[in-house]
């Protein structure tokens, strides 16, 4: 899954991006609102982290200019915590409001769900024939025992397994798994389905032949 994390405070960022890329996540960031609105419209990213005091442009403005045109779920990150801020944000378009300072397993716990509520997934474990996705956990184990899987190839079973039995293109799945240092012209995505397949078995990823991949 493919995170954006709009936030200006250099240390803070830094400290955000090593929390969100140990824990499986493909991230981009922006330090200010423009730069970020900007990559918000010409990308596709699964969620938005956005601070609310930026330079160049504030949060409001970016959340209200990007729900001109995209759905992407939006988490405000704010020392802001009036009762009016946070009613100000969700009535903007807002899918959650985390007041700082917080604490990462509580962030890592939004995320989790805003993508889960954006796939229409309430639970927080898929089945998947024998195996068992754990979204929360981000591990994947058969039978009740662990498989061991990168950090791509968990987030590849991730994407498709919350879009099971829809077919998704390679150009989707390049949008959605990788940030924006990685080569979208490289094979990246075939080895991460050839080393899945090799683990889990040749069926578990399906190709359909000019159109894409899908978990059945």
Do not use: C
């Not at 962030?107 to 639970?123: D, F, P, T, Y």
């Not at 979204?135 to 590849?156: D, N, V």
């Not at 994407?159 to 077919?167: D, I, K, T």
């Not at 990685?182 to 578990?204: I, P, T």
């Amino acid at each position: 899954m493919r995170i954006l994390l709009i936030e200006d405070h250099p240390k803070l960022q830094q400290s955000l991006l090593r929390a969100l890329r140990n824990n499986k996540f493909a991230v981009d960031a922006a330090s200010d609102g423009r730069e970020g609105l900007n990559k918000a419209e010409d990308n596709e990213y699964d969620a938005i982290l956005l601070d609310v005091m930026l330079p160049e442009m504030d949060g409001w403005s970016v959340l209200e200019q990007l729900r001109e045109s995209k759905s992407t779920p939006v988490i405000m990150l704010t020392a802001r915590d009036s009762l009016d801020d946070r009613v100000k944000g969700l009535d903007l378009g807002a899918d959650d409001y985390l007041p700082k300072p917080f604490q990462i397993p509580e962030l890592l716990a939004r995320i989790r769900a805003v993508i889960r509520r954006a796939a229409g997934q309430s639970k927080t474990s898929i089945l998947l024939g024998d195996f068992s996705l754990d979204l929360k956990a981000k591990k994947l184990t058969q039978q009740g025992e662990a498989i061991a899987i990168t950090a791509r190839e968990y987030g590849l079973i991730e994407y498709l397994a919350l879009h099971r039995g829809e077919v998704i293109s390679r150009t989707t799945l390049y949008e959605h798994l990788f940030d924006e240092e990685d080569s979208s012209l490289s094979n990246l995505l075939d080895v991460n389905v050839s080393r899945v397949r090799s683990k889990l078995g040749k069926d578990f990823i399906i190709t359909h032949r000019g159109h894409g991949y899908s978990i059945e």
